[in-house]
C-alpha cells in the first residue's frame, strides 16, 4: 500500500486505523524504516 505524499494532509486518521501499525506520520517514520520514505514517494513518479 502506498500514500500520495501530493494529496496526503497529514491528518493522522489513518495511523491509528492501521491494524498493524505501519503507518506512520513523515516525520516520526522510525530511523530503520525511513528509506521508505522515498520508496513510497518512487510509487507515484512512474
Ligand atoms: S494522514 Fe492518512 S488518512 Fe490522513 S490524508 Fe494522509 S493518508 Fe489520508
Not at 506520520?25 to 524504516?33: D, F, L, M, R
Given at each position: 500500500?502506498y500514500?500520495d505524499p501530493a494529496?496526503?494532509?497529514?491528518?493522522?486518521?489513518?495511523?491509528?486505523?492501521?491494524?498493524?501499525?505501519?503507518?506512520?506520520?513523515?516525520?516520526?517514520?522510525?530511523?530503520?524504516?525511513?528509506?521508505?520514505?522515498r520508496k513510497n514517494a518512487d510509487f507515484f513518479q512512474r
Open positions: 500500500m500514500i494529496t496526503c494532509t497529514d491528518c493522522g486518521a489513518c495511523e491509528p486505523a492501521c491494524p498493524v501499525s505501519a503507518i506512520f506520520i513523515s516525520s516520526e517514520v522510525p530511523a530503520k524504516w525511513e528509506s521508505f520514505i
